[in-house]
C-alpha cells in the first residue's frame, strides 16, 4: 500500500528540495566561473544550441520584437540576429555565475574601462550616484564590474527570484562581491542609499505596468517608467550614462559617459524618451547583446491589441 504522507510534511520536503537549488547554484557556479573566458563562452553557446527546443516561446518574442523594431532587416538575416539573441541570453546566464562566484583576480584582465574620470569626479562631489543603465545580457556582469572600479559598495537595484531558496543565494552572492541590494520596487530605500552619498546601479528599460508614458524605442510605443528621472532631481543624485558590452575576444568593454546636459529636464516623458533613445543607440551598435527575449512591448496604448502569446499558467502545488 503506498504511504500518503500528512500535507504539513509533504509540503517540508517540497521546501528542503527547493533548497538544494541554492545549493546546487553555489556547487555548478564555482567551477564555472573559474573557467577561461574562451571555454566559458564556448560552453554556453553549446548549452544554448542543445536547449533550443525548450527556448520556443523565448524566440518566438525575440522574433517579434526584432520584427517590430528592425522592419527594414532581410528577413533571413533578422532569423540569423534571433538565434545569435539566444545564444547570447544563454551567455548571459554562465555571465550571472562568473559575476557571483568568481573573485576579483579572475576578473582583472577580462575589462577595460573609459570614462571612470566621470564616476570619480561624481564621487569628489559628495552626493549620491545613480549609474544609469539597461538590460543587456551583460547586465550582471555590468553590475559585478561597477562594484570592481569602486572604493565603496555598490548598491543594486533587482527583482528577486520567484524561488525563495535561490534568490537566498544569488542574494547572498550580489552582497559578497558587490555590496547592498534593493526591489525594484523599493523607490524609499533608493532615495534613502542617494540621501547616504551612495552608488546606484539602476536599469528601468523594461516593460512597466505603472507610472509609465508610452515613448519611442525603434520607432514602437514603449511603457517607459517617468519616476527615473524625477528620483535623479529630488535626491540631487550625478546621473551617469553606464553600459557594458563584450567584444568578439570576450573583452567586456565598460563605459561610463559624462551626466546628459539638462536631464533631468522636469519633463518626465521626454526625460524617458531621451534614456530610451540613448539605449536604442547602444542596441544598434550591439544588436545581439540587448535582451531581446523580454517581451518589452506587452504593456500596450490604449486600444492596440497584444503581441505576445499569453504566458502558461503554472499549476499550484497543494495546499
Not at 504511504?3 to 517540508?12: A, E, K, Y
Not at 538575416?77 to 545569435?84: F, G, H, Q, T
Not at 550580489?174 to 526591489?183: E, K, N, S, Y
Request: with cysteine; glycine share 6%; net charge positive.
Amino acid at each position: 500500500m503506498r504511504r500518503t504522507l500528512p500535507r504539513g510534511d509533504r509540503r517540508g520536503m517540497a521546501e528542503r528540495r527547493r533548497c538544494l537549488a541554492g545549493w546546487l547554484l553555489r556547487a555548478a557556479g564555482v567551477p564555472l566561473a573559474a573557467l577561461p573566458q574562451p571555454a566559458l563562452l564556448a560552453l554556453a553557446r553549446t548549452a544554448a544550441r542543445l536547449t533550443r527546443p525548450l527556448q520556443r516561446r523565448r524566440a518566438r518574442i525575440a522574433a517579434t520584437n526584432l520584427a517590430l523594431c528592425l522592419p527594414g532587416m532581410d528577413p533571413q538575416a533578422r532569423d540569423r540576429l534571433c538565434r545569435e539573441t539566444l545564444d547570447q541570453a544563454a551567455i548571459g546566464l554562465f555571465e550571472m555565475l562568473r559575476a557571483w562566484y568568481a573573485p576579483p583576480a579572475r576578473l582583472a584582465p577580462l575589462y577595460t574601462v573609459e570614462g571612470r574620470e566621470h564616476l570619480l569626479a561624481a564621487q569628489r562631489e559628495g552626493r549620491g550616484t545613480i549609474l544609469l543603465t539597461a538590460h543587456f545580457t551583460t547586465l550582471e556582469m555590468a553590475v559585478r564590474l561597477a562594484a570592481e572600479l569602486m572604493d565603496l559598495p555598490l548598491t543594486a537595484m533587482r527583482r528577486p527570484h520567484n524561488d525563495p531558496c535561490l534568490e537566498a543565494e544569488i542574494d547572498r552572492c550580489r552582497r559578497l562581491r558587490c555590496g547592498p541590494t534593493l526591489d525594484k520596487r523599493d523607490v524609499r530605500g533608493l532615495l534613502a542609499a542617494l540621501a547616504r552619498n551612495e552608488t546606484v546601479i539602476y536599469a528601468a528599460d523594461q516593460d512597466f505596468t505603472f507610472q509609465h508614458a508610452f515613448v519611442p524605442f525603434f520607432g514602437v510605443p514603449a511603457a517607459t517608467l517617468t519616476t527615473t528621472a524625477r528620483i535623479a532631481a529630488r535626491s540631487r543624485a550625478v546621473v551617469l550614462p553606464y553600459w557594458c558590452h563584450r567584444d568578439a575576444r570576450g573583452i567586456y568593454r565598460v563605459r561610463i559617459d559624462p551626466p546628459w546636459e539638462g536631464w533631468p529636464s522636469g519633463h518626465a516623458e521626454a526625460d524617458a524618451a531621451r534614456y530610451m533613445a540613448a539605449i536604442e543607440r547602444e542596441a544598434r551598435a550591439h544588436l545581439p547583446q540587448y535582451l531581446w527575449v523580454h517581451r518589452r512591448f506587452k504593456t500596450r496604448p490604449p486600444g492596440e491589441p497584444p503581441l505576445y502569446p499569453p504566458k502558461r499558467r503554472k499549476r499550484q502545488p497543494p495546499a
